[in-house]
């Protein structure tokens, strides 16, 4: 089992729909969950952060589950420009390891 | 701050050869990564430095990759002699408390 798995989909959705990804983590002592953002040939950007109380910003919501061990991205109200891999990412451990998930592709059509 | 940068933004080089990738941590971060994306695949971990030193290299394919971070400062990831599977986007990043901060990247191709 991988450490972190995540749906590569692609996810193809119309403007202005409500879509959402999941990731799953092996690791119970992970410390910290991001979300990334990857565009093509680009490097990948941090989304936000995801925390056990959830948090929010504008468009996008993340929640981490920890009894589960997963955590979410919920994006409302889909643009075209968000079309892109969006990448789950795990901290933790005594040494800070940074695991990546596999990214879950988007495309939003118009 | 400045961000992670890293050196050369492209490389092609013939199989054989040697290239050495260098990447610029931000001020102040301890931990450095090089994470290589060949295309069509994830995003994968090659290795981690905490200051100077190498905590997980458990990445690293070969060894025909060494990666250094003398002083604890930038680092070089060299690959001696380069294959034409080794293509791909190297990554490298930095942190400090929480997340990670990429370099644009070096897209490396063989030939």
């Known amino acids: 089992r991988k450490e972190v798995e995540q749906d590569p989909g692609p996810f193809n959705v119309p403007e202005g729909a409500t879509v959402a990804f999941n990731c799953t983590y092996s690791n119970s002592a992970s410390q910290s969950f991001f979300w990334y953002r990857q565009d093509c040939r680009k490097e990948p950007k941090l989304l936000m952060s995801v925390y056990s109380s959830g948090n929010e910003d504008g468009r996008f919501t993340a929640q981490l589950n920890r009894a589960s061990q997963y955590i979410s991205l919920l994006i409302r109200d889909s643009k075209l420009s968000d079309s892109a891999t969006y990448l789950c990412?795990?901290?933790?451990?005594?040494?800070?390891?940074?695991?990546f998930g596999t990214g879950t592709k988007l495309q939003v059509i118009p | 701050e400045a961000g992670v940068t890293q050196f050369p933004s492209h490389s092609v080089i013939e199989k054989g050869q040697t290239v050495t990738l260098r990447c610029d941590p931000i001020s102040g971060h301890d931990n450095l990564y090089w994470y290589r994306r060949v295309m069509g695949k994830e995003i994968k971990f090659l290795l981690h430095?905490?200051?100077?030193?190498?905590?997980?290299e458990s990445g690293m394919p070969n060894n025909r990759f060494l990666a250094e971070r003398t002083g604890g400062t930038y680092s070089t990831l060299k690959v001696q002699p380069a294959e034409l599977e080794d293509s791909g986007v190297y990554f490298c990043a930095s942190s400090h408390a929480t997340g990670l901060r990429f370099g644009s990247g070096t897209r490396l191709t063989v030939v």
């Open positions: 990412v795990v901290m933790g451990g005594g040494y800070q390891k940074v695991t």
């Open positions: 430095f905490v200051k100077e030193s190498k905590q997980d």
